[in-house]
């Protein structure tokens, strides 16, 4: 897939202040820290577009970004961020799981892991609640320029021995470096092979 144009549409925290939802949509979730921004601006080819709607502070927002004109490509908020209070990620979740359980037109949601890191709680945690939500999802491993092949590919067998011990078989995986350019095909040929099932 090609990538002529990707446009800021609107920042909200209301499913229901999101754009009509008529054409395909993904959404970019994954802990504080784990590249999405970078992952997200290496996709579209624009260095600066996953900062267009960033907010300093604490705000909390769904992020709609316009690609070719024809489907929507959502940046949503971090989450595992320690400094934020529990009251903070309280609103997080509800507003997360509100999107992502009532956004009709969200074909597959990409999950951020950092692929330096061993597998953690909060995401194997919201792996499953996906699973058990019957929520379709890609695993992005992100940062794979910052090891070596051989660590890199220890590290992505370890994490699928983790996910073997509650999962029948293994979710569909990508692994990405955003300042390589690496898993970029992968990514938008997946979004331009699932857009054709939209309807």
């Given at each position: ?19 009509p939802s008529n ?71 509800k507003m997360i ?64 021995k983790k996910l ?36």
């Amino acid at each position: 897939m090609k990538i002529n144009t990707a446009e800021f549409i609107i920042s909200n925290t209301e499913v229901q202040k999101c754009p009509p939802s008529n054409k395909p949509e993904y959404a970019f979730i994954g802990r504080s820290n784990v590249g999405k921004s970078s992952l997200i601006n290496m996709l579209t080819g624009r260095k600066k577009l996953a900062k267009i709607s960033s907010t300093p502070g604490k705000t909390i927002l769904i992020n709609h970004f316009l690609v070719n004109k024809e489907w929507y490509l959502v940046d949503l908020p971090g989450y595992g961020f320690a400094k934020r209070s529990k009251s903070e990620r309280q609103k997080w979740e509800k507003m997360i799981n509100k999107y992502i359980l009532n956004r009709t037109n969200m074909l597959t949601l990409f999950l951020l892991i950092d692929s330096r890191l061993s597998p953690q709680k909060i995401d194997l945690e919201f792996i499953d609640w996906l699973g058990i939500s019957n929520i379709p999802f890609v695993i992005v491993f992100t940062k794979a320029d910052k090891l070596k092949l051989a660590q890199l590919s220890n590290n992505i067998e370890n994490y699928k021995k983790k996910l073997l011990e509650t999962w029948d078989e293994i979710p569909t995986l990508i692994i990405t470096s955003s300042s390589a350019a690496q898993g970029r095909e992968e990514v938008l040929d997946y979004i331009e092979t699932t857009n054709k099932v939209f309807s």
